[in-house]
C-alpha cells in the first residue's frame, strides 16, 4: 500500500501541508490509473479506489474532523456521479460547493496530488442548480404545511406529545372539512378556528385543549422568526422533476442547497433534508437495483438530523434510509464523527471515506476506537492509529464490491477536484441562475384560496349570521310592543283582565251555593 507520510512541506500556492509523498512523486513516475466506466473513483490506495455505481445505491458515510477534505472528497464525488449521468443534491454549509459551477484550475497542490496517484485531472464546470430556503443565494424551495405532515411539523416546532396530538386532530379535520394547509397562516388560523370549537371537537376527537393550541401558535411564531414562513408555501418543490435532471450532455445537474444561514436553525435545516429524501420515498416507483441510481442525495452535517430526535423521527429516517434504496436513491450522510450517526441508520451505509480523527480526550479515544471498528480489517494496516495520523486530503476508504461485501479497508489518496475549489463569485452565480432550467419557476410566489380564506370567509358569515339573528329578536320585541300583548297592555285592559280573573270564580261559588240551598229546601218543604 502507499507509504504513510512521514513528514510534510508547504505547498507554494495553498500554504497547506502536503504529504512527503507528493514531493516524491515529482521524481518518482507513476502509471496512469485505469478507471472502469461503471464507477466513480474515489483516489488510489495500493489500487484505485472507487464506488460501484451498481451498489451506489447502498448509501454511504464521509466523516473526520474540521480541515481534513470532507468537503473537497464530496465535491469530487459529487462531480464523478454528474458525470455519470447521476443528478446529485447537496447541501452547502460553508459556502465552497457552489465551486463546482465553475472551471478549475491547475494548483500546485492538484498537480502534485494528481501526479501521485497518476490521475489526469480534465478541469471542467458541471451543470449546477442553485437553491435556497431563503431565496438569497439560490431558488426558492417551497412545500406546503399539509405536504410536510404533522411528524416532521412536530419535530420543527418541538412540541410535546400531547401538543402533537391537538396537532394531528388538527390536520384531520382539515382534511375532513377540505381545507388546504398551504402557509404558516392558514395552520394558525385552523388552530384559531379549533380553540373555538373545542367543546364540540373534544367529545368527537378527544381532548382538544386551548391551553395545548396556544402552545401550538407560540412555537408557529418561534418557526415564522426563524425563516419557516420563507419554506412553506407555493409553488412547491416539484421533488420528482426538478431535482432529478440532466444536461443535453447526459450530465446529471448537481442541485446545491445554500445551507449558510439556513445552519442558524439547525432544526428547519434538519426538517427540510428528511422531508426531502420522504418526497423522494413517497413520489419515486420500486426499480430494485439499477445499473447507476437515480439520485445521489449527501447530508452534510448529518448529526443535526439525529440530535434530540423523537423515536417517532428516527423510525421514520431508517425506515426511508432502508426501503429508498430499491427506488434508486443513494444517501451519502457527511458528518465528523461516524458515532454522530445511530447504529440503526449506519448498518445500512455500505460505502466509507474515513478521513482523520483528533483524539485529545478518552471519549475522543473510544470514537476513534470505534470508526475503527466499523472497517474491515486490513493486516497490513493499523486503523485505529492510521485514523489518527492521516494528513488532509488522505482517508481511509472501504466500499462494496461486486458481490456487495465491504472491501478491506485501504489508506487512501483522494484525488483532486476538477471544478473551481472555493466559492464563486455573486455575479456567477446570478448569472448561472438565469439560465438553468427552473429559472423563473418558483422565484414568485402564489397565494390562492387556502384554510386561511375559507376560515376567514366561515367566520365572517357566522358574525353577519349572528348580526342578523340578533336584528331579527330586537325587530320582534319591537313588534310586539307596538301590537300588543302580557307587557304591551294599556291600563285599562290590564284591569278588565284582573277584574275578570277575580269576579269569575267567585261569581262561579255564589251560583253553586244558591243551588244547593234551593235544592235542600224543597227537600224539607216536602
Known amino acids: 500500500m502507499a507509504r504513510r507520510t512521514k513528514a510534510?512541506?508547504?505547498?507554494?500556492?495553498?500554504?497547506?501541508?502536503?504529504?512527503?509523498?507528493?514531493?516524491?512523486?515529482?521524481?518518482?513516475?507513476?502509471?496512469?490509473?485505469?478507471?472502469?466506466d461503471d464507477c466513480v473513483f474515489i483516489g488510489k490506495s495500493t489500487?484505485?479506489?472507487?464506488?460501484?455505481?451498481?451498489?451506489?445505491?447502498?448509501?454511504?458515510?464521509?466523516?473526520?474532523?474540521?480541515?481534513?477534505?470532507?468537503?473537497?472528497?464530496?465535491?469530487?464525488?459529487?462531480?464523478?456521479?454528474?458525470?455519470?449521468?447521476?443528478?446529485?443534491?447537496?447541501?452547502?454549509?460553508?459556502?465552497?460547493?457552489?465551486?463546482?459551477?465553475?472551471?478549475?484550475?491547475?494548483?500546485?497542490?492538484?498537480?502534485?496530488?494528481?501526479?501521485?496517484?497518476?490521475?489526469?485531472?480534465?478541469?471542467?464546470?458541471?451543470?449546477?442548480?442553485?437553491?435556497?430556503?431563503?431565496?438569497?443565494?439560490?431558488?426558492p424551495v417551497r412545500t406546503t404545511v399539509s405536504e410536510l405532515g404533522p411528524l416532521m411539523l412536530s419535530r420543527l416546532m418541538d412540541l410535546s406529545e400531547a401538543q402533537e396530538g391537538v396537532l394531528n386532530i388538527a390536520f384531520r379535520i382539515?382534511?375532513?372539512?377540505?381545507?388546504?394547509?398551504?402557509?404558516?397562516?392558514?395552520?394558525?388560523?385552523?388552530?384559531?378556528?379549533?380553540?373555538?370549537?373545542?367543546?364540540?371537537?373534544?367529545?368527537?376527537?378527544?381532548?382538544?385543549?386551548?391551553?395545548?393550541?396556544?402552545?401550538?401558535?407560540?412555537?408557529?411564531?418561534?418557526?415564522?422568526?426563524?425563516?419557516?414562513?420563507?419554506?412553506?408555501?407555493?409553488?412547491?418543490?416539484?421533488?420528482?422533476?426538478?431535482?432529478?435532471?440532466?444536461?443535453?450532455?447526459?450530465?446529471?445537474?448537481?442541485?446545491?442547497?445554500?445551507?449558510?444561514?439556513?445552519?442558524?436553525s439547525p432544526r428547519l435545516y434538519a426538517t427540510f433534508l428528511l422531508f426531502l429524501l420522504s418526497e423522494l420515498f413517497e413520489e419515486l416507483p420500486e426499480i430494485g437495483d439499477p445499473k447507476k441510481p437515480k439520485l445521489v442525495f449527501f447530508f452534510d452535517e448529518a448529526h443535526l438530523l439525529f440530535r434530540d430526535a423523537p423515536k417517532a423521527l428516527l423510525e421514520k429516517v431508517e425506515q426511508v434510509v432502508r426501503l429508498i434504496r430499491s427506488k434508486g436513491v443513494g444517501v451519502y450522510f457527511v458528518t465528523q464523527n461516524p458515532r454522530d450517526v445511530p447504529d440503526t441508520v449506519s448498518r445500512q451505509l455500505g460505502n466509507r471515506v474515513q478521513h482523520a480523527?483528533?483524539?485529545?480526550?478518552?471519549?475522543?479515544?473510544?470514537?476513534?476506537?470505534?470508526?475503527?471498528?466499523?472497517?474491515?480489517?486490513?493486516?497490513?494496516?493499523d486503523t485505529e492509529q492510521m485514523i489518527m495520523s492521516m494528513g488532509i486530503g488522505e482517508a481511509l476508504v472501504s466500499t462494496l464490491d461486486e458481490k456487495g461485501q465491504p472491501s478491506i479497508v485501504q489508506h487512501t489518496f483522494v484525488k483532486p477536484p476538477s471544478s473551481q475549489v472555493g466559492p464563486i463569485t455573486v455575479d456567477e452565480r446570478k448569472a448561472l441562475m438565469e439560465t438553468d432550467p427552473v429559472a423563473g419557476k418558483y422565484d414568485e410566489s402564489v397565494d390562492r384560496e387556502s384554510a386561511h380564506e375559507i376560515l376567514t370567509k366561515r367566520t365572517e358569515e357566522r358574525a353577519k349570521a349572528a348580526a342578523e339573528a340578533e336584528a331579527a329578536e330586537e325587530k320582534s320585541k319591537t313588534t310586539k310592543k307596538s301590537s300588543g300583548g302580557s307587557r304591551g297592555d294599556g291600563f285599562w285592559t290590564a284591569l278588565g283582565k284582573s277584574v275578570v280573573r277575580a269576579v269569575v270564580p267567585m261569581a262561579t261559588r255564589v251560583l253553586e251555593d244558591a243551588i244547593r240551598r234551593n235544592a235542600l229546601g224543597g227537600q224539607r218543604r216536602r
Open 8 to 36: 510534510s512541506e508547504k505547498d507554494a500556492a495553498t500554504g497547506e501541508d502536503k504529504p512527503a509523498e507528493a514531493a516524491e512523486s515529482e521524481d518518482a513516475a507513476v502509471e496512469p490509473i485505469e478507471i472502469p
Open 47 to 139: 489500487k484505485p479506489e472507487y464506488i460501484l455505481l451498481k451498489l451506489a445505491n447502498r448509501h454511504g458515510l464521509i466523516t473526520g474532523a474540521t480541515g481534513t477534505g470532507k468537503t473537497v472528497t464530496l465535491q469530487g464525488l459529487a462531480e464523478s456521479f454528474s458525470a455519470a449521468g447521476v443528478p446529485v443534491f447537496c447541501a452547502d454549509v460553508k459556502g465552497d460547493l457552489s465551486g463546482v459551477a465553475a472551471m478549475g484550475k491547475e494548483k500546485g497542490w492538484i498537480k502534485e496530488r494528481a501526479a501521485m496517484i497518476g490521475y489526469d485531472v480534465k478541469f471542467t464546470a458541471h451543470p449546477v442548480i442553485f437553491w435556497d430556503l431563503f431565496g438569497e443565494q439560490g431558488h
Open 174 to 264: 382539515a382534511d375532513e372539512e377540505k381545507l388546504p394547509l398551504s402557509d404558516l397562516k392558514d395552520l394558525q388560523s385552523l388552530l384559531e378556528d379549533l380553540a373555538a370549537r373545542s367543546n364540540e371537537l373534544t367529545t368527537r376527537y378527544g381532548n382538544v385543549g386551548k391551553r395545548s393550541i396556544g402552545a401550538i401558535q407560540r412555537q408557529l411564531l418561534v418557526l415564522e422568526q426563524q425563516g419557516g414562513d420563507h419554506f412553506f408555501g407555493e409553488p412547491a418543490l416539484d421533488v420528482g422533476k426538478d431535482m432529478m435532471r440532466t444536461d443535453d450532455e447526459g450530465r446529471g445537474y448537481i442541485g446545491v442547497l445554500a445551507a449558510d444561514k439556513l445552519m442558524q
Open 357 to 381: 480523527l483528533r483524539a485529545f480526550t478518552p471519549a475522543e479515544q473510544k470514537a476513534v476506537k470505534s470508526a475503527a471498528e466499523t472497517f474491515r480489517p486490513n493486516p497490513d494496516l
